[in-house]
C-alpha cells in the first residue's frame, strides 16, 4: 500500500507538473505572438512571482490545519477550470490584459499552496527511511517534465492550436486530481500529529511556524544560506544565453548546456531514487553548496565548450544532489504537524531569490564581461556556503527529530 501511495503520488505530480510547464509555453506564446507585449509578460511574470511569496507565507497553516492532500486535489481542479475557462474565451476573445494578471496571481498562490502540500505530504506516505528515495523520485519526476514540457508545448501549439493545447493541459490536471483522490495518506506508519490545530487561530498556527524556525537555529540558518546561494545559481539561468551565443549565434549550442544541467540532474535522482540516503547532515548540504558553487565559478576560466559542457554536467549533478537532501533534511527535522508552515516559509524565501536573481544579473550582463559574472555567482555561493559551515561547525549539527 505504501509503495503504491507513493507511485500515485509521483505519476500524479508528473500529469500536475507537466500540465504546469505546458502552460507556462502556451501562455509565453500566446504573449508574445499574438499580444506582441514586453511589458505584458514582465507584468504577468511579476504577479505569479508575487502572489506565490505572499501565499508561500501565509498557507502553511491551513495546510496542516485541513490536510496536504484536500490541498494537493484542490490546486489540480482549479487549475483544470481556470485553464478550460481560457480556451473557452479565446475561442471568441482576444483574453484581456486584466484577464491574465487575474490567472497569473490565482497560478501563483496555487502553485504555493501545491508546492508546500506536496513536501507535506511526503512523510505521511513512506516510512523515514526511504523519504530520500521519494524525494528522488519526485525530483526526476520534476525534472523529466521540464524538458519534456516545453518540446510537447510547442508540438501542440503549432499542431492543435492554442484553444486545444489548452484543452489538453486541463485535461491533465484532471488525471491527476483522480489519481490525489485515491492516495491513502491517513498516517499507515505514523501516529496521528495534529498538534491540537483545531483549538488554535491560524495567526497562532502561523506564529508557531515562524518560531520554530527562530528557535531552530540551524534550519533558519539553512533558509538564509539558500536564499543567498540560489542568487548565484539562479542567476547562472540568466547567463547561460549569453556563454551560448559567445560560442556560437547558433541556438542549438544553448540547448547543449541546458541538456547538459538536466541530464546530471536527472542521472542524480535515478541513483537516488534506488538507493536510499539513511542520514543527512547539514554539513554534506553546505558541502554541496560549496562545491555548486566552485563550479559555476569554474565556469569564467574556459572558452573550450567541451569542458563547459562537463562543468554544467557537473553542477547538475550537484544541483540534483542537494534537490534531494533539503527535503530529506527537512522532513525528517520537523515534527510532521508542522511540515506545513515550515515548508512554505522555506519555499517562500528561497523562491524570493528568482526574480532577485534575474534583476540583478539581467542587468549586470549589460554592463560587465560575462565571466566575471560567472566569478561572481560562484563566489556569493562560496562565501555563503563557507560562512554556513563555519557556523554549523561551531554550534554543533542537530540531531534529527524522530517522529
Not at 63 to 71: N, Q, S, T, V
Not at 100 to 109: H, P, R, T
Amino acid at each position: 500500500m505504501i509503495i503504491l501511495n507513493a507511485t500515485k503520488f509521483c505519476i500524479a505530480t508528473f500529469l500536475s507538473n507537466l500540465g504546469d510547464v505546458i502552460y507556462s509555453v502556451v501562455i509565453a506564446w500566446y504573449i508574445a505572438d499574438v499580444l506582441q507585449s514586453g511589458f505584458l509578460m514582465g507584468a504577468v511574470l511579476f504577479s505569479l512571482g508575487l502572489s506565490r511569496f505572499i501565499a508561500g507565507l501565509l498557507c502553511g497553516p491551513v495546510i496542516d490545519r485541513i490536510g496536504a492532500k484536500l490541498f494537493l486535489w484542490l490546486s489540480d481542479m482549479i487549475r483544470a477550470i481556470i485553464v478550460l475557462v481560457l480556451a473557452i474565451l479565446l475561442w471568441d476573445h482576444t483574453i484581456s490584459f486584466v484577464i491574465l494578471i487575474m490567472v497569473s496571481v490565482l497560478f501563483g498562490a496555487i502553485d504555493a499552496f501545491y508546492w508546500s502540500a506536496s513536501e507535506s505530504i511526503k512523510p505521511r506516505l513512506v516510512a523515514t527511511e526511504y523519504l530520500s528515495r521519494l524525494n528522488s523520485q519526485y525530483f526526476t519526476v520534476v525534472r523529466t517534465t521540464i524538458i519534456l514540457g516545453p518540446l510537447i508545448a510547442a508540438w501542440m501549439v503549432e499542431s492543435i492550436s492554442i484553444e486545444h493545447s489548452l484543452i489538453a493541459i486541463s485535461i491533465l490536471y484532471v488525471f491527476s486530481t483522480f489519481l490525489i483522490l485515491f492516495i491513502d495518506s491517513k498516517n499507515s506508519h505514523l501516529e496521528n500529529m495534529n498538534d491540537n490545530n483545531d483549538k488554535t487561530s491560524y495567526f497562532s498556527d502561523l506564529r508557531l511556524g515562524f518560531s520554530f524556525l527562530n528557535r531552530q537555529k540551524m534550519i533558519f540558518y539553512l533558509v538564509i544560506t539558500m536564499f543567498f546561494v540560489n542568487i548565484g545559481a539562479n542567476g547562472v539561468n540568466v547567463l547561460f544565453p549569453f556563454l551560448a551565443k559567445n560560442v556560437s549565434d547558433d541556438a542549438k549550442y544553448l540547448g547543449y548546456i541546458y541538456s547538459s544541467m538536466s541530464m546530471g540532474s536527472l542521472l542524480t535522482g535515478l541513483i537516488f531514487s534506488v538507493k536510499s540516503i539513511h542520514k543527512v547532515e547539514l554539513k554534506i548540504i553546505y558541502l554541496s553548496f560549496l562545491l555548486q558553487a566552485t563550479g559555476i565559478a569554474a565556469l569564467c576560466f574556459t572558452q573550450n565548450f567541451l569542458i563547459i559542457l562537463i562543468f554544467v554536467f557537473v553542477i547538475g549533478l550537484i544541483t540534483g544532489f542537494i534537490g534531494v537532501l533539503i527535503p530529506t533534511f527537512v522532513q525528517r527535522s520537523v515534527p510532521i504537524h508542522l511540515l506545513g508552515r515550515v515548508n512554505s516559509i522555506m519555499m517562500a524565501i528561497s523562491m524570493l531569490s528568482t526574480p532577485v536573481a534575474q534583476f540583478i544579473f539581467g542587468v549586470s550582463v549589460d554592463y560587465f564581461n560575462i565571466k566575471y559574472l560567472f566569478f561572481i555567482a560562484g563566489a556569493l555561493g562560496i562565501v555563503t556556503s563557507l560562512s554556513s559551515l563555519l557556523i554549523n561547525e561551531r554550534k554543533g549539527t542537530p540531531r534529527e527529530t524522530v517522529m
